[in-house]
């Protein structure tokens, strides 16, 4: 293997109080691709159901094209790790974004639930690439002495996103019908390929291996990033059961406006972010993922036994702190440490992890949900939680890392 000298492309961050600035040109626009990148897609998550239905589809037609999506993502997520370290970051950035403005103009003639299911999937695919591409992007942005909180505020993006798209989408839906949201898919993938375009990033290969089938696979994931990737799956059961079954959940205790619950845990999600990284690039990594871990659990707890909606909104506020905590210092763990020549493959590896975790969460709550109750099915989350706990403790104890988040201080 040939390992070529990686050029820093971005602006020479701005010193503030003798500190880097994470706030570069680049660090803005990835910021910025990200979130109108997510809002396209995550107005067509709640909104697409209902269209299926509309276009003669049903419930498990529904089921199998939403999945599609998931899985098309997925699967590339590993190859796209392993092309961007191979043939540049910003070629396949805009390879993935010509692929989502191409998909995302496929939407609109589509009228068959079969058609929508290889849409869905492409779609998949090229955010599978494009997603990746740009963690690896911003993780070669930051400085080291403010990663965590760098990562804290890019993954701001996708909760801001995740929290307003929703709305946006159905909003758009009730009073103006589905191609007026097709129409807006299309305007935001456009924005989300301006932004990629004026990005700098290395065009050339941080690394160049042989083209063998055993050089591919060998490269797809990296084992540095594969402890905090199990963390974040464990975690990611969590998140799909929570996600997808709270209505439910509370509809079987008779509460009514149960959208605030999601309100509240984006809300304070956001909040909890910046302070989280801040926090961890202090050198205190280990009480950031602690509080999180803890405040999870408390919330899934609360979730379970929640009866009315002032339960809910306290169980939102403690898994939103808990996600915020947790997250952005998982994702700084798996790529800080990765050779430069290996980020996007530990970019990959770690949202591999997220996607497997939350559709088999999904699938296995419903199971246990289906045996016994939306109470005991919560419960049960307290068991990954506890799991990711004990892992983040073996894992400092074995690798003896000190030194990952506990080397500077603010």
């Known amino acids: 293997m040939i390992i070529s000298q990686a050029k820093d492309l971005d602006d020479k961050a701005v010193l503030t109080l003798g500190k880097p600035s994470i706030w570069t040109r680049n660090f803005i626009l990835l910021c910025l691709a990200n979130l109108v990148l997510y809002m396209s897609t995550n107005m067509l998550i709640p909104s697409l159901p209902r269209y299926l239905l509309k276009i003669g589809g049903n419930p498990l037609d529904v089921g199998y094209v939403m999945a599609a999506y998931t899985i098309g993502a997925m699967f590339i997520r590993p190859f796209g790790g392993w ?13 993935g974004m010509i692929m989502m ?5 496929l939407y609109t003639p589509v009228k068959n639930v079969s058609l929508m299911m290889l849409v869905r999937s ?31 505020y890019f993954g701001l993006t996708n909760s801001i996103a995740m929290a307003v798209a929703p709305i946006v989408g159905f909003g758009i839906v009730e009073n103006y019908g589905y191609p007026l949201l097709f129409v807006a898919v299309i305007m935001l993938t456009t924005l989300a390929f301006g ?18 089938a055993k050089g591919i696979y060998a490269r797809l994931l990296e084992k540095s990033a594969l402890l905090p990737a199990c963390m974040h799956f464990s975690l990611a059961l969590v998140f799909g059961s929570m996600i997808s079954f709270v209505s439910l959940h509370a509809a079987e205790r008779g509460v009514a406006n149960i959208g605030l619950f999601f309100t509240a845990w984006a809300l304070t999600m956001l909040l909890s972010r910046p302070i989280s990284g801040r926090w961890a690039d202090c050198g205190s990594s280990n009480k950031v993922l602690f509080i999180g871990h803890l405040a999870v659990f408390i919330g899934m707890m609360t979730l379970a036994l929640s009866q009315v909606l002032t339960h809910f909104l306290l169980a939102g506020i403690f898994i939103g702190l808990g996600f915020g905590f947790i997250l952005p210092t998982l994702q700084a763990l798996a790529v800080r440490n990765a050779p430069i020549n290996r980020r996007g493959a530990a970019t990959a590896t770690f949202y591999v992890a997220s996607d497997l975790g939350i559709g088999l969460g999904t699938i296995l709550a419903g199971y246990v949900a289906t045996a016994s109750s939306y109470q005991i099915m919560y419960f049960t989350t307290l068991i990954p939680i506890v799991l990711s706990g004990v892992i983040y403790f073996k894992y400092r104890a074995s690798a003896n890392c000190s030194n990952i988040a506990e080397d500077s201080c603010c």
């Open 101 to 105: 403005l191409t998909v995302s103009f």
């Open 195 to 212: 932004s990629s375009m004026l990005v700098r990033a290395n065009t050339s290969p941080i690394s160049i291996s042989s083209n063998s």
């Open 83 to 95: 092309l961007v370290d191979n043939y540049g970051r910003k070629r396949i950035l805009i390879l």
């Open 122 to 152: 492409l779609h998949g695919v090229s955010l599978g690439l494009v997603s990746t591409a740009i963690g690896t992007i911003v993780a070669d942005s930051l400085p080291t002495g403010n990663f965590s909180e760098g990562m804290g």
